[in-house]
T-cell receptor, first 113, second 114 residues
Framework: DVKVTQSSRYLVKRTGEKVFLECVQD?????MFWYRQDPGLGLRLIYF???????EKGDIPEGYSVSREKKERFSLILESASTNQTSMYLC????????????FGPGTRLTVL | AQSVTQLDSQVPVFEEAPVELRCNYS??????LFWYVQYPNQGLQLLLK??????LVKGINGFEAEFNKSQTSFHLRKPSVHISDTAEYFC????????????FGQGTELSVKP
């Protein structure tokens, strides 16, 4: 079974802190994605990566950055957390091209105080 | 720009009743279509997908969806729901030659009552 794990299920941080969210997949997938999920807005793509050291902006990249130093690991970084970044963050991975399904991690619920 | 609209934010239904969750999309290019389900406190998992061929697609847990190109719709149906189907359902499109990026709808909360 494909497994996508995220470092924390729940995280509480203060405004201005630097926050790291980690995601690891164990199926050698090329593609990895970070989404945020908010009620009534569905999932919105923050960043994605097609390969090690490759990254592309999604629809809402402002205030975020990412790092992919190894194929299995994709990190989301909030350089200076703000209250409007309180949300559920979901990581996903997929193999190959457009029509393959994405496999999701359980999510990290981040609260910024 | 491409977009996905799920027409109902919440759908309450009694156990063993049929259900339809509606999804419309807007795109000027070819798309692949997906339905994902999110059970409480879990990530998303794939229910079914339409790539090409037969417009009626069967998925897991007795769900099916029909692709209608003329109406740009991909509605999800189940003839008889169970309490365990209570979850949030997301419709998504993947654009041809866009490397697997998904555009999600807003989600529909299905609540099955005894």
């Amino acid at each position: 079974d494909v497994k996508v794990t995220q470092s924390s299920r729940y995280l509480v941080k203060r405004t201005g802190e630097k926050v790291f969210l980690e995601c690891v997949q164990d199926m050698d997938h090329e593609n990895m994605f970070w989404y945020r999920q908010d009620p009534g807005l569905g999932l919105r793509l923050i960043y994605f990566s097609y390969d090690v050291k490759m990254k592309e902006k999604g629809d809402i990249p402002e205030g975020y950055s990412v790092s992919r130093e190894k194929k299995e690991r994709f990190s989301l970084i909030l350089e200076s957390a703000s209250t409007n970044q309180t949300s559920m963050y979901l990581c996903a991975s997929s193999f190959g091209t457009t029509y393959n399904e994405q496999f999701f991690g359980p999510g990290t619920r981040l609260t910024v105080l | 720009a491409q977009s996905v609209t799920q027409l109902d934010s919440q759908v309450p239904v009694f156990e063993e009743a049929p259900v339809e969750l509606r999804c419309n999309y807007s795109s000027s290019v070819s798309v692949y279509l997906f339905w994902y389900v999110q059970y409480p406190n879990q990530g998303l998992q794939l229910l079914l997908k339409y790539l090409s061929g037969s417009t009626l697609v069967k998925g897991i847990n007795g769900f099916e969806a029909e692709f209608n190109k003329s109406q740009t719709s991909f509605h999800l149906r189940k003839p008889s729901v169970h309490i365990s189907d209570t979850a949030e359902y997301f419709c998504a499109v993947s654009l041809y030659n866009q490397g697997g990026k998904l555009i999600f709808g807003q989600g529909t909360e299905l609540s099955v009552k005894p």
